[in-house]
């Protein structure tokens, strides 16, 4: 089965230099099996044609919202999509699409769609590091909208920046990922998914707390695997990053707002994976007004208390068929210590992953991890992408459900 037999895109093209590689993207993406509708604007035309995207495309390009025979080709196009790619995305599209400007075919399609959006950036530095595309981009992201690049590289312009559209097979890969892997197995289909991602803020006074590294990567890997699978995911995060467009996202800062999260959605999830980082302490009293530094050189003292352990406190409640997964973010034994946390926390599954490790673990794109179950079962999983180690832990708590 082809990556993306039986998907429908609508493949938009903005007005920018790297409007050529779309026509590479479009061959790409119909070469992957998917039904292309390109989608072009107006000053789009002055880099590439429409008889281009004609010759590639499954159907006939479009431009404009007035001109053919169809009365609504963005509600069409928007509705009858699986998911909407704009490549190149440039600065004006993506303040458009933030702002719900929909003035043109591709911007109203952008608006008259429920189908997840994937925006591929390019232009130039000082345009995309310019603060009002970077809040429409964060603004984009927050919306649940795919953020693919750009590149840093030599620019059009002969300068040297980011700014650069990804490469074709990048966004095809993009695509592939976004709208779950196309013949992949979907055993895990209407099972009801928790899943924690990223690391608690204590505070310490209303501008000060105390954190981790944890970016929430792993966490979100493990939700959009989970929803490729066919999960139902909850997603209780302290972290903004694209999330899967149909998972549910509760927002939470503090150890206490997470374990409040996790023990209200608990005993309605079939799964849970605790990928977050929890502080293991915070401060015992917070602060009302930011502490002063003072003028002796002093330091002010803080007193700790320990976090609930809620990973814990979910163990001991745990429901019949229930599947519960803990990590275990270690410097040293880090078998002997993850098992023991698995065992005291009364879980089925700890994924330990050496924390000390270059290029594990916090922050990284890539993790490398012992799943190990309480039957005795070991699997390693050498150092790769978190969304490899997030197929290696889902493919575990199937197999756990399998056994009960
Ligand atoms: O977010 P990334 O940058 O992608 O990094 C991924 C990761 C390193 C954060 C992730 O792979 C990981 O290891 N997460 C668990 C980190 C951790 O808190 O480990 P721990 O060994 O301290 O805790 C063991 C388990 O108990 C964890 O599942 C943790 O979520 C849970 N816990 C810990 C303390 C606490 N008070 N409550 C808890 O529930």
Redesign the pocket.
Known sequence: MLRLEGTRIVLGVSAGIAAYKAIEVCRRLVDAGAHVAPVLTEDALRFVTKLSFDALASEPALVSLWDGPDPSPHTRLGQSADLVIVAPATARVLAKYAAGISDDLLTATLLATRAPVLVCPAMHTEMWEHPATQDNIATLRRRGVHVEGPDVGPLASGDFGAGRLVAPERIVDAAVRVVGIRGSAQDLDGVLVLV????TREAIDPVRFIGN???????YAIAHEATARGAVVTLVTTVDLPAPIAAKIVRVES?AEMQRACEAAAGAHDVIV???????FRPKQIADQKIKKGDDGGVPLVELE???????ALGAKKRSRQVIV?????TQDLVANAMA?LMK?QVDVI?A?D?SAPGV????DT?A?SILAGDGTRTDVALTD?RTIARAVLDEVVRMRSLH
């Open positions: 924690t991602a990223g690391g590294r944890s970016s929430g990567k792993q966490g150890a605790m990928s977050a980082a929890v502080a293991d320990r976090t609930p352990d809620i990973l814990a803990g990590f275990a973010a270690e946390k926390k994924v992953n924390v673990g916090f922050e990284h993790n991890v978190k």
